[in-house]
């Protein structure tokens, strides 16, 4: 079945440095989701990528879908305290209509 | 106010006991979800339905079941057949058709087995 692969899987950042989490499925994606989950909270939308090569920012956020749609990535620039959580990826392939396949997520810390 | 509920935010079951967990959405979405989180772990579908009495098995639905007679409600029933049900349950749900691919989540509900 389909496989959606997120790395790393922690990462530890001083506040100011930059982020970057990679999100590779196994199959050739139709559209793919980030979501950000605080700790103790649950998963909120970040936003929806559908064409390939897309390329989305939202403020220091920056979301880019592969040309083959089969990767994406998330790239914070100058990290804040408030950017703390696990960011997840979710796929949904042409094959598996109606549901999607969620990486495992990348957990954020930022060292104030 | 539009939102998903769920109830409770923890559960605290004996073993052998079935237990449900309540999820409710008023954002007349077609799709709901449930799925099961293990800490430090990603999401993994239990069940799914994208209609109103029809649902599909997801990634790892040995030892629950769902029901979805109403729209707004997708009730997971953790059966005693689930061995290690203790984690964080989270459902969702969205809009069916197009493009569209957000779903929205619930608050979550805390499953502990005593």
């Known amino acids: 079945g389909q496989q959606v692969m997120q790395i790393p899987q922690y990462q530890h950042v001083q506040e100011g440095e930059d982020f970057t989490t990679y999100c590779n499925s196994s199959?050739?994606?139709?559209?793919i989701q980030w979501y950000k989950q605080r700790p103790g909270g649950h998963p909120v939308f970040l936003i929806q990528?559908?064409?390939?090569?897309e390329v989305k920012k939202q403020k220091r956020l920056t979301f880019q879908f592969g040309e083959a749609k089969k990767n994406s990535s998330l790239h914070i620039t100058a990290t804040q305290t408030t950017d703390v959580g696990t960011y997840f990826c979710?796929?949904?392939?042409?094959?598996?209509?109606?549901?999607?396949?969620f990486g495992d997520g990348t957990t954020l810390t930022v060292k104030p | 106010d539009g939102g998903i509920t769920q109830s409770p935010k923890y559960l605290f079951r004996k073993e052998g006991q079935n237990v449900t967990l309540s999820c409710e959405q008023n954002?007349?979405?077609?799709?709901m979800y449930w799925y099961r989180q293990d800490p430090g772990q990603g999401l993994r579908l239990i069940y799914y339905?994208?209609?109103?009495?029809?649902?599909q098995k997801g990634d790892i639905a040995e030892g629950y079941s769902v029901s979805r007679e109403k729209k707004e409600s997708f009730p997971l029933t953790v059966t005693s057949a689930q061995k290690n049900p203790t984690a964080f349950y989270l459902c969702?749900?969205?809009?069916?058709?197009?493009?569209?691919?957000?779903?929205?989540f619930g608050p979550g509900t805390r499953l502990l087995v005593l």
């Open positions: 969702a749900s969205k809009t069916s058709g197009g493009a569209g691919e957000t779903q929205y």
């Open positions: 199959t050739t994606l139709s559209n």
């Open positions: 990528l559908v064409k390939s090569g």
């Open positions: 979710a796929g949904r392939s042409n094959t598996n209509a109606g549901k999607s396949t």
């Open positions: 954002l007349n979405h077609d799709a």
């Open positions: 339905s994208q209609i109103v009495n029809d649902f």
